[in-house]
């Protein structure tokens, strides 16, 4: 039922009449310190793809490489128990898996979930649902290529406490561990018709496909976005990933508006980023009231309009500093 014609966000299968099997794959390097932290990120990233389709993990597994002449298995083992602490926090099985030498790490799952059809009105989300009168709902903050970025070219002292990234580590670790289990119940209980989520393409990235698969235009409020702690200063600083300028220079034709450092803050490659889906206005309010309520700082950050297919306007520009909008 899905393939790779609006580059979704998985593939999906249909079994029978009332059952969609979905599927996705993530993996990558370490982006912190600590082996189990890596593995618990990777893990929830990968489980993302299958939440942003509105359904449920059922299994997964593991992938990764290893280069065992220079890291220790036991390190492997850690990476490992800290993706089975994702799975069990959001209730799918780690079957098994693959493992491989390589010259660097990595780690990631393939994940397989199921969900309804979306005749109801609460099963399958693709991206290509999005209607223009539509608002758009993010459900955590922006900032974290900035900060992996960061914390690779500063020593280990910068995230102690009383450091120059200690808040904002702590604060973009515990998003990237968050499973976006929550944000796919909020977005099916708003009867949204298009969701992706946030990853390496940026918010820009993402949402410019999920336009261009929905034949809509959007416009995005940046002032209203919601950021990680000194995500403007790390930009400011320097601090900007390759991958940025790569996703900004792929949408040059498509953007409208935004000043440098705003382009820079939602071009930004996220890891475990949050969902991005569209819904009536009223029941977007809503869904953000409920996300903020169980500790997601999530916001109303625009909406769908006719116009150019795909393109984006850009109005206003990022705040300086992070914290709860007024949505």
């Known amino acids: ?48 793809d299958i939440y942003a389709m509105g359904a ?12 065992r002449d220079v890291l220790p298995l036991d390190l492997l083992g850690e990476v490992l128990a800290g993706g089975a602490d994702a799975a069990a926090d959001g209730g799918w099985v ?39 009168g539509q608002a758009l709902v993010i459900t955590k903050p922006l900032g974290t290529g900035l900060l992996a970025t960061a914390l690779k070219r500063s020593g280990p002292e910068a995230t102690e406490p009383g450091g120059d990234l200690h808040a904002a580590s702590a604060a973009g670790i515990a998003e990237m561990c968050r499973l976006n289990d929550a944000a796919a119940a909020a977005a099916i209980s708003a009867r949204a018709t298009a969701a992706t989520d946030v990853t390496g393409f940026g918010l820009l990235g993402h949402l410019a496909e999920l336009a261009a698969a929905s034949e809509a235009s959007a416009v995005v409020d940046a002032s209203e976005v919601p950021l990680l702690p000194d995500v403007t200063g790390l930009a400011t600083g320097g601090f900007v990933p390759g991958g940025t300028g790569r996703n900004l220079d792929h949408l040059v034709e498509r953007l ?9 803050v ?62």
């Open 256 to 264: 409208d508006g935004g000043d440098e450092l705003t382009r820079i």
């Open 266 to 327: 939602l071009g930004d490659p996220q890891t475990s980023g949050g969902l991005l889906f569209s819904c009536d206005p009223a029941r977007a309010h809503d869904a953000v009231r409920e996300l903020r309520g169980n500790g997601h700082d999530a916001a109303v950050i625009g909406e769908l309009v006719d116009g150019n297919v795909g393109t984006i306007t850009i109005a206003g520009a990022v705040a300086g500093n992070a914290g709860p909008s007024s949505n």
């Open 56 to 67: 449920s993990p059922l299994f997964a597994l593991n992938l990764a490489a290893w280069p």
């Open 94 to 132: 780690v079957a098994g898996g693959h493992t491989i030498d390589a010259p660097e790490p990595l780690y990631g799952m393939s994940v397989t979930g199921t969900c309804r059809p979306a005749s109801d009105g609460t099963g399958l989300l693709t991206n290509a649902g999005g209607q223009p």
């Open 1 to 48: 039922m899905v393939g790779t014609d609006t580059s979704d966000d998985a593939a999906v299968w249909r079994l029978d009449g009332d059952r969609l099997l979905v599927n996705s794959t993530d993996f990558f390097a370490p982006i912190v310190d600590d082996a189990r932290t890596w593995g618990r990120i990777a893990a929830a990233n990968a489980a993302s």
